[in-house]
Structure formats: structure tokens, C-alpha cells
């Protein structure tokens, strides 16, 4: 990667309009490469290594329990985990909770940035307010909700009335853990479409204020548009940030009742069962499927982004 | 009742239904861990049989819970401050000069940032157990390294463009090199913008879980958030729930403070500089 930057800087650098020849543009350009250089070899050396290493491993039989038997097997272990259920299974509750946690955040997200944004007064205490939900370890929340509305510990069961307690079965499990989510990450959704709502100038408010616009078509036909690329870099964030959920439904349910998300599946396989050539398949396998969804989130976006881009 | 009047009340329900999502389940937290142990399955919001500090008291007694906090704070610190350090530099690079790349070094730091950690827990895993770094301070510091300098880059980037570029040239009029430039007149005006994004990364090292609970073993490394996840409590016939609700609480102030803080940096930073404070 360091050398794609390199290769990359040595082609542009003979084509850009004022030949950058001089000895300070030289200068600054050499600086520039050496301050970057740390970071980056940096982060290619703490993620390129163990992913090249996880591809290698996903490609032995590898089992810490039969370290003898331990050898090239090709593609098999890829094989094992894309012909069984439980991989097809723990994908589709993955991408439940993902598009149900991430369909909620959007709409309570826009009405919180509206808040912050719209509120004539108290923004700060609200701004500081939703941080605290950001700033909470994710293990934290996962406790409080599951304490919240388990049956034994919980005040939520008096409040709604129900008797079997949510964490036993599988609605009220992916309940519990999607409410969690959204509680916790809303706010991070919210900033960044806040983000986006602050570029939206007032005059066309104003403008569309006077044609006798309401609010309601103001947002519709004025700001949503206009935020439409905030939206699409909050959604992509959100939705590879849920894909690998793993902390809360482990703490909640341990994956229990169909909660299994493909993050627990691998932890699950490598740690538990110390197969570390399938466990290394799986943790592949979820690399590849979250390149999958950024690409085509960059696809299908590719054009708003530019746009807010070439317009900021 | 007049527009102005009416807007008004709107707001204060609006504002205060906010306050109310972001503060319910840190007030039922807190109550949960004063609860008397009698008290804690007696399904009340509030501890109304009682206050006790029981819990509290009895989490500092064990040394699982005080290491895990001693690790926590100096895994989250280093890492903070090796990721922000190297960030500082690129990020400079990329807010001020010119070069080639510039787009592949923020792309790439939001690729790694995108990077799903479950994909490298098992091969660090091997790796560490077998080179040593298994249940160690840098075994954990080392993968912080995958979300936290990208995190860093991005909002020190962020930061760093909203320093006012004049004063840089000004100072290479007047004959500084760009290294001058850099130490003498663009370090000290984004000390509070280092100190934000060092805010930021701290809490994601601070919240990181699943690397802390494949990496690490003992409390020799074990931190708060991994300790938790297994906490069976000072014996195994008591029920954890108030004492986990207890160093639930503990390892959320310090955060809720520094959140509370640094707030409008921190939104500005998440934002990427589009807000101007």
C-alpha cells in the first residue's frame, strides 16, 4: 500500500499544471512522505499482516486440540462453512439486526440532529446529553439494558407488563439487543447528519418560508436533499460498524436463541472451539462480505459524496 | 397562545425527551449498583429500599476488578498516545501539504477503519501465543492500532484545516523551513484539537472489547470491559449483577466527564470540522 502511494505520487507528480520542480515544492513533497510514512507503514503492518496471515491459516487444517494433524487443505475449510446452516443462519440475523438497528438510528438520528440543529435554545445541553450514550462502553450498555429488561432484575417488565422474560425467546432477544444498538450508536448518526444539516443554507429557508412552504415540505423537498450525502456516509458508517456487531448480543445472549452473529460464529470457532483454520475461514469470509457492502455502498453513492465533496 | 409561547413549550418537550433517552439508563445503572444485594431483583427503577455501597466496597477488594481498571487506563493511555503522535504527523501532512497521495492516505485510514476486528483476532491470536505477546500490554496496544490511528488522522485532519493558513506562510516568509513552521507556529494552535482527537481515540481504546477478550488471559492485561463479560462476583454463589452494575458505573464517570468536557470539540471532530464552535 505504502508503494501503491509512492508509484502513485512519482506518476501525478509530472503531470500536475504548475510543474511542482522547485526546490521547495520538492522539499515539501519529500516532508510530506516523511511524516506520512509512520502511520501508514503502521497501518499496514497492524491490519495487512494479520489478514494475510488469517488467509493463510483459513487455508490448514488447524485445530489446537490435534496440533498433529495440522496441514494444507485448500479451499475445504471454505467449503465446510459455506455448505453448513449455521453460517447462512448467523448471516441472516446479522443482517437483521443491522438493517433493523440502522433503520431505526436513521429516523430518530435526523429528528435528534433536527433537535440540535432547530432548538432556539439549550442545543449545548442537548449537544452534551447525547454524547453520553456515544461515550459508554459498549459493554456497559449491553449490561444496563439486559439488567433493564430481564425478568428478575429488571423495572421495564412492570412497565410493559409482559411475564416471560424477553432474553428466553427470540423476538424479545433481538429486541433487546437492537434497542441497546440503537441507543448507542443514534448519536454518532445523529452528529453526522448534524454535520450535514449546518451546510444547508438558511436562505432557502427563508425563501421557501415566504412561498408559504410548511415545515414538513421545507425538510421534505429542501433539507433532505440537501443532507442526502450526510445521510448516505452515516448509513454507510452504521451499517459496516453493525455487520460485525459483537459485543452486545455476547453479552446479552451469548447468541442464544437465533441471535448468533457471524462476529460470535468466528469468536466462537476460533476461541471456544480453537479451530483456528475454520474460525480463520469465517474471520475471511466476514472481511470479504464487509468489502462487499462498502463497495457497493461507494457504488451506489459514489456520485452524492463527490458532489458534497467538490460543493464543501 | 402566541407562536413564540407555543414553539417554546414544543422545545422543552422535544429537548427534555432527549435528555431523557441519554440519561434513563445511566440513572438506572447507577441505581441498580446502590441497591442493597436484598434489593437488587426488587424490579424498582430507583434504590427505594435503600442506599448501599456494598457493591463498590466490594469491588475494590478484588484485585480482578482493580488490575482490569489499571490495565484499562494505561492500555487506552499508550495506545492513545502512540496512535495520536504518528496521526499528528500525517494528518499535518495531509491538512497543509501539497503532495501526491494525499486521497489513498485518508482513504485508506477509513478502509482500516471499516476493517472488521474479528477478522484478525484469530490469526493475532496464533501469532501472539506464539511469539509472547499473549495476555501483554502491547499485545493488546499493538491491534488498538487498526481503529485508533486511522480515527486519529481523520479528525486530526479535520481539525487541522481549520488552522488559518496565513500564519503558516507568514512564518516561511519571514524564513522558516516547513519543519519550523510545523514545531514553532501550527503545533501550539492545534494543541486543543490534538487534545479532542486524544479524547476520541481514548474512548474507543477505553470501549474496545473483543481483542481484550481473545488476547488476554489474566489480569496481567485483562481489561475493564473483558473483566466484565466473565465477572463471576467475590464467590460463586452470589449474583454478580450489582457488583458488574457497580464497575459499570466506575468505568463510565471518568468517560461521561471527559465527554462532557471536551463536548463541542468532540462534536465538532465526529463531524469532520463542519461545525464551526
Same mark, same amino acid.
Given at each position: 500500500?505504502?508503494?501503491?502511494?509512492?508509484?502513485?505520487?512519482? +506518476?501525478?507528480?509530472?503531470?500536475?499544471? &504548475?510543474?511542482?520542480?522547485?526546490?521547495?515544492?520538492?522539499?515539501?513533497?519529500?516532508?510530506?512522505?516523511?511524516?506520512?510514512? /509512520?502511520?501508514?507503514?503502521?497501518?499496514?503492518?497492524?491490519?495487512?499482516?494479520?489478514? !494475510?496471515y488469517?488467509?493463510v491459516l483459513s487455508l490448514q487444517r488447524y485445530d489446537l486440540r490435534f496440533p498433529a494433524s495440522r496441514g494444507w487443505v485448500g479451499?475445504d475449510n471454505?467449503?465446510q462453512?459455506?455448505?453448513?446452516?449455521?453460517?447462512?443462519?448467523?448471516?441472516?440475523?446479522?443482517?437483521?439486526?443491522?438493517?433493523?438497528?440502522?433503520?431505526?438510528?436513521?429516523?430518530?438520528?435526523?429528528?435528534?440532529?433536527?433537535?440540535?440543529?432547530?432548538?432556539?435554545?439549550?442545543?449545548?445541553?442537548?449537544?452534551?446529553?447525547?454524547?453520553?450514550? #456515544?461515550?459508554?462502553?459498549?459493554?456497559?450498555?449491553?449490561?444496563?439494558?439486559? #439488567?433493564?429488561? +430481564?425478568?428478575?432484575?429488571?423495572?421495564?417488565?412492570? %412497565?410493559?407488563? #409482559? &411475564?416471560?422474560? /424477553?432474553?428466553?425467546?427470540?423476538?424479545?432477544?433481538?429486541?433487546?439487543?437492537?434497542?441497546?444498538? !440503537?441507543? &448507542?450508536?443514534? /448519536?454518532?448518526?445523529?452528529?453526522?447528519?448534524?454535520?450535514?444539516?449546518?451546510?444547508?443554507?438558511? =436562505?432557502?429557508? =427563508?425563501?421557501?418560508?415566504?412561498?408559504?412552504?410548511?415545515?414538513? +415540505?421545507?425538510?421534505?423537498?429542501?433539507?433532505?436533499?440537501?443532507?442526502?450525502?450526510?445521510?448516505?456516509?452515516?448509513?454507510?458508517?452504521?451499517?459496516?460498524?453493525?455487520?460485525?456487531?459483537?459485543?452486545? /448480543?455476547?453479552?446479552?445472549?451469548?447468541?442464544?436463541?437465533?441471535?448468533?452473529?457471524?462476529?460470535?460464529?468466528?469468536?466462537?470457532t476460533l476461541i471456544n472451539r480453537v479451530n483456528l483454520g475454520l474460525g480463520s475461514a469465517?474471520?475471511? %469470509?466476514?472481511?470479504?462480505?464487509?468489502?462487499?457492502?462498502?463497495?457497493?455502498?461507494?457504488?451506489?453513492?459514489?456520485?452524492?459524496?463527490?458532489? +458534497?465533496?467538490?460543493?464543501? | 397562545?402566541?407562536?413564540?409561547?407555543?414553539?417554546?413549550?414544543?422545545?422543552?418537550?422535544?429537548?427534555?425527551?432527549?435528555?431523557?433517552?441519554?440519561?434513563?439508563?445511566?440513572? $438506572?445503572?447507577?441505581?441498580?449498583?446502590?441497591?442493597?444485594?436484598?434489593?437488587?431483583?426488587?424490579?424498582?427503577?430507583?434504590?427505594?429500599?435503600?442506599?448501599?455501597?456494598?457493591?463498590?466496597?466490594?469491588?475494590?477488594?478484588?484485585?480482578? *476488578?482493580?488490575?482490569?481498571?489499571?490495565?484499562?487506563?494505561?492500555?487506552? @493511555?499508550?495506545?492513545?498516545?502512540?496512535?495520536?503522535?504518528?496521526?499528528?504527523?500525517?494528518?499535518?501532512?495531509?491538512?497543509?501539504?501539497?503532495?501526491?497521495?494525499?486521497?489513498?492516505?485518508?482513504?485508506?485510514?477509513?478502509?482500516?477503519?471499516?476493517?472488521?476486528?474479528?477478522?484478525?483476532?484469530g490469526s493475532?491470536f496464533a501469532a501472539w501465543r506464539s511469539i509472547?505477546?499473549f495476555?501483554? $500490554?502491547?499485545?493488546?496496544?499493538?491491534?488498538?492500532?487498526?481503529?485508533?490511528?486511522?480515527?486519529?488522522?481523520?479528525?486530526?485532519?479535520?481539525? *487541522?484545516?481549520?488552522?488559518? $493558513?496565513?500564519?503558516?506562510?507568514?512564518?516561511?516568509?519571514?524564513? @522558516?523551513?516547513?519543519?519550523? @513552521?510545523?514545531?514553532?507556529?501550527?503545533?501550539?494552535?492545534?494543541?486543543?484539537?490534538?487534545?479532542?482527537? @486524544?479524547?476520541?481515540?481514548?474512548?474507543?481504546? $477505553?470501549?474496545?472489547?473483543?481483542?481484550?477478550?481473545?488476547?488476554?488471559?489474566?489480569?496481567?492485561?485483562?481489561?475493564?470491559?473483558?473483566?466484565?463479560?466473565?465477572?463471576?462476583?467475590?464467590?460463586?454463589?452470589?449474583?454478580?449483577?450489582?457488583?458488574?452494575?457497580?464497575?459499570?458505573?466506575?468505568?463510565?464517570?471518568?468517560?461521561?466527564?471527559?465527554?462532557?468536557?471536551?463536548?463541542?470539540?468532540?462534536?465538532?471532530?465526529?463531524?469532520?470540522?463542519?461545525?464551526?464552535?
Amino acid at each position: 500500500m505504502a508503494e501503491a502511494a509512492v508509484d502513485r505520487g512519482a +506518476q501525478t507528480a509530472t503531470a500536475p499544471t &504548475k510543474r511542482p520542480t522547485t526546490d521547495r515544492a520538492k522539499a515539501e513533497r519529500r516532508l510530506a512522505y516523511w511524516l506520512c510514512a /509512520p502511520a501508514v507503514l503502521v497501518m499496514v503492518a497492524v491490519t495487512g499482516y494479520p489478514i !494475510v496471515y488469517a488467509v493463510v491459516l483459513s487455508l490448514q487444517r488447524y485445530d489446537l486440540r490435534f496440533p498433529a494433524s495440522r496441514g494444507w487443505v485448500g479451499l475445504d475449510n471454505y467449503i465446510q462453512v459455506l455448505t453448513a446452516s449455521t453460517w447462512w443462519k448467523d448471516v441472516l440475523s446479522t443482517v437483521i439486526i443491522t438493517l433493523c438497528s440502522v433503520g431505526i438510528e436513521l429516523v430518530i438520528g435526523t429528528l435528534l440532529a433536527l433537535v440540535m440543529h432547530r432548538a432556539i435554545f439549550g442545543r449545548g445541553m442537548v449537544r452534551a446529553a447525547i454524547l453520553i450514550p #456515544y461515550g459508554i462502553v459498549t459493554v456497559v450498555a449491553a449490561f444496563t439494558f439486559l #439488567y433493564a429488561f +430481564q425478568l428478575n432484575t429488571g423495572f421495564v417488565a412492570d %412497565l410493559l407488563g #409482559y &411475564k416471560s422474560d /424477553p432474553l428466553t425467546n427470540t423476538t424479545g432477544s433481538y429486541a433487546v439487543i437492537i434497542i441497546t444498538e !440503537v441507543w &448507542k450508536t443514534t /448519536p454518532f448518526m445523529a452528529l453526522l447528519i448534524l454535520g450535514g444539516l449546518v451546510l444547508v443554507p438558511d =436562505e432557502l429557508h =427563508e425563501a421557501a418560508k415566504i412561498d408559504g412552504a410548511s415545515a414538513v +415540505q421545507r425538510f421534505f423537498r429542501i433539507t433532505l436533499p440537501l443532507i442526502r450525502p450526510a445521510i448516505l456516509v452515516a448509513l454507510l458508517f452504521r451499517t459496516l460498524d453493525a455487520f460485525r456487531i459483537f459485543d452486545t /448480543p455476547f453479552i446479552q445472549t451469548r447468541g442464544a436463541n437465533g441471535t448468533e452473529t457471524v462476529s460470535i460464529l468466528g469468536y466462537n470457532t476460533l476461541i471456544n472451539r480453537v479451530n483456528l483454520g475454520l474460525g480463520s475461514a469465517i474471520s475471511v %469470509l466476514i472481511f470479504i462480505a464487509v468489502i462487499l457492502i462498502a463497495v457497493l455502498f461507494i457504488k451506489g453513492l459514489g456520485t452524492s459524496t463527490a458532489q +458534497q465533496r467538490g460543493e464543501v | 397562545m402566541p407562536r413564540s409561547a407555543r414553539e417554546k413549550t414544543m422545545w422543552s418537550i422535544a429537548i427534555g425527551v432527549v435528555l431523557l433517552y441519554a440519561v434513563i439508563p445511566i440513572i $438506572w445503572i447507577i441505581s441498580l449498583s446502590l441497591k442493597k444485594p436484598g434489593d437488587i431483583a426488587d424490579r424498582k427503577f430507583l434504590p427505594t429500599g435503600g442506599i448501599s455501597f456494598d457493591n463498590y466496597t466490594s469491588i475494590f477488594d478484588t484485585s480482578e *476488578f482493580t488490575h482490569a481498571l489499571i490495565n484499562s487506563f494505561g492500555i487506552a @493511555a499508550i495506545s492513545t498516545l502512540i496512535s495520536i503522535l504518528l496521526a499528528s504527523m500525517a494528518a499535518y501532512a495531509v491538512a497543509r501539504l501539497k503532495f501526491a497521495g494525499k486521497a489513498l492516505i485518508l482513504s485508506g485510514a477509513l478502509a482500516i477503519a471499516m476493517f472488521p476486528p474479528i477478522s484478525i483476532v484469530g490469526s493475532l491470536f496464533a501469532a501472539w501465543r506464539s511469539i509472547g505477546l499473549f495476555d501483554t $500490554w502491547p499485545g493488546l496496544i499493538i491491534p488498538y492500532m487498526t481503529f485508533t490511528l486511522p480515527l486519529g488522522i481523520y479528525t486530526l485532519s479535520a481539525f *487541522f484545516r481549520e488552522i488559518p $493558513w496565513e500564519l503558516e506562510q507568514a512564518a516561511q516568509v519571514d524564513g @522558516a523551513t516547513p519543519w519550523q @513552521a510545523f514545531t514553532r507556529v501550527i503545533l501550539p494552535l492545534a494543541t486543543p484539537g490534538i487534545f479532542t482527537a @486524544a479524547v476520541l481515540v481514548f474512548i474507543f481504546a $477505553w470501549n474496545d472489547f473483543l481483542f481484550a477478550t481473545v488476547l488476554t488471559s489474566t489480569d496481567a492485561s485483562r481489561t475493564v470491559p473483558a473483566t466484565l463479560a466473565f465477572f463471576t462476583g467475590g464467590s460463586q454463589f452470589a449474583d454478580p449483577t450489582g457488583q458488574v452494575s457497580a464497575a459499570a458505573v466506575v468505568v463510565t464517570i471518568p468517560i461521561i466527564i471527559l465527554v462532557l468536557i471536551f463536548q463541542r470539540r468532540i462534536v465538532a471532530g465526529l463531524t469532520a470540522g463542519a461545525v464551526k464552535g
